[in-house]
């Protein structure tokens, strides 16, 4: 029998990274890409975990939280818990938490590959070398291979301006996403901010499920979604606790 055509959608939510990956079931999803606010972002500022970013014109929001590099352990164990067998993880990082982030995946149960560099083109801030990269940790759980291995380490792509705070480009998503997924694929992103990588998902035909702490990020990565693919976006309550409207939760 014919299998039936997965649309891209979205379903969105307000919550807690680790406590909205508690609430998906485990082996659900095809691919996770995330960024979070590294305790690194606001080393000179930080305060507690709820830190004001400096406000800006540019900026969408002024704030949001910092995650703190002590919650790695049970943050990375629910990724890997809910990843399905031969699945790929990638976690956008700067070169201090690289150290930090790294041995606690693997002690998850990831593969290491190699850290990929987000060439941004121009500089920006620092005064010891100004900083013009980023990287992307590439995890691997069990074995996938990449689908296209003519595809190079380091991905070329201008930095937003007077966007999100941190917002990455969809088209550097997009790269990991056709390298990882298929269309129809879940593709997820538990500190989602302004949604980049679920633009990216379903404009490749994947479905994309996002969560932040952040109402605003919620909002904004709504309106960026909705020109694109049908979806939902709900209020703090784990995505498992909602009537599952697109019937993602039934995929295989
Ligand atoms: C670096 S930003 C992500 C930017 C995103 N990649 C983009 O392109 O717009 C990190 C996000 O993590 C969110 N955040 C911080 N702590 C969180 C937590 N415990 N659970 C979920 N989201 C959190 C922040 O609100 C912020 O939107």
Redesign the pocket.
Known sequence: MAQPVKVPSFNLST??????LRSQPADSIDLLI?????ES?EKHRAVGTTTRLKHSKASSNNW????PNA?FPELFAEVFRVLKRDTHFYL?CDAETMFVAKPEAERAGFRFWKPLVWDKRTIGMGYHYRSRYEFILFFEKGKRRLNDLGVPDIISSPR?HR????????AVSEILINQSSEPGDVVA?????????GVAAVKLGRCFLG????PD?VQLSAERLQFLAPGQAQGDVPAAAQPDLLGLASQP
Do not use: Q
Request: glycine content about 8%; overall charge negative.
């Open positions: 919550c807690d990274a680790v406590e909205w995330t960024d979070p606010a590294y972002l949001f939280s910092v995650f919650r956008f937003i966007g999100y705070p941190a917002e990455k480009p969809a992103d538990p500190f989602m901010g302004s949604g980049s990588v969560t932040d702490l952040n990020a």
